[in-house]
């Protein structure tokens, strides 16, 4: 990674980032790298509906490593603000400017299918302003149970073949939401709620990029549902902690790139 890119990391003083604050608009992307012998994915148990179920040869999504690049898939990221109530940092009271190109997320509908008895995608990424459709497409009923926080409501809605419904949750969640179904036990996801659209999951070679971000300094949330907080990691070979998953960027006009982030396997033990 250029030394330009380590620049992301230095703090602005407080006048010129009020100055820099959504005036221009950047990038950030990187690749979370397993720093290791890659794990085989586990078969999974199947226990009911053997008969479609175990057509598709199922197995654990809580790791998912690239054999060949070790690229992790499914590493949450986005940007993050403590909306509980109880400020902790002069981020968390900043209002986040939207870029124009995401307003038209506004009206799609985000997915989130019941397919060959698992959840896809693994990971679905709402934005507070979005509606969702679950969806059924297997020939067998399923359920789906959505764990969210007294704001949005828990929900467990049944869906028979080829069925589907679509709800709406207007609060941000602090953490991603597991999405299980109680038919299917092996089956399960998350949802990712948040009231901006700055949001991102990792792709099957570990790669993440968050476009047209305000320029300036902001908090992002690392999480993956092994590991928990991504906190301990090693940047262009450098061993940081991130606290609580927590890591703080400068976010500067054009496209800055992270490079590879290794992780431990140690996080997701």
């Not at 479609?52 to 949450?76: A, D, M, R, T, Y």
């Not at 002069?90 to 124009?100: A, C, F, G, R, S």
Request: charged share 20%; glycine share 8%; aromatic share 8%.
């Amino acid at each position: 990674m250029r030394t330009s890119h380590v620049l992301l990391l230095v703090a602005l003083g407080a006048a010129g980032e009020a100055d820099l604050l959504g005036a221009e608009w950047g990038d950030l992307k990187g690749r979370f790298v397993y720093d290791g012998t890659p794990p085989a994915a586990a078969k999974l148990n199947i226990t009911t509906d053997k008969e479609f179920c175990e057509l598709h040869n199922l197995k654990s999504e809580s790791l998912v490593v690239h054999p060949e690049n070790k690229g992790v898939q499914n590493v949450i990221v986005y940007l993050y603000q403590n909306k509980s109530g109880v400020q902790r940092t002069p981020y968390d009271e900043q209002e986040v400017p939207i870029h124009e190109s995401y307003l038209p997320l506004e009206q799609q509908v985000v997915q989130l299918d019941n397919s060959k008895c698992r959840f896809e995608p693994h990971v679905a990424l709402v934005w507070t302003r979005q509606a969702v459709l679950l969806a059924n497409s297997d020939p067998i009923g399923h359920n789906v149970k959505i764990d969210c926080s007294r704001e949005n409501g828990p929900s467990n809605d049944t869906l028979p073949s080829g069925g589907s419904l679509e709800r709406r949750f207007t609060h941000a969640e602090r953490f991603p939401v597991p999405v299980s179904c109680s038919i299917h036990p092996w089956m399960k996801g998350w949802v990712v709620i948040r009231d901006t659209p700055y949001l991102a999951v990792t792709d099957a070679n570990g790669a993440f990029e968050l476009k047209n971000l305000p320029a300036g300094k902001w908090q992002f949330m690392f999480w993956h549902e092994t590991a928990g907080y991504v906190s301990k990691v090693k940047v262009q070979g450098k061993a940081e902690e991130w606290k609580r998953g927590i890591a703080t960027f400068t976010i500067q006009p054009g496209k800055q790139d992270l490079g590879d982030i290794l992780l431990s396997p140690e996080l997701f033990k």
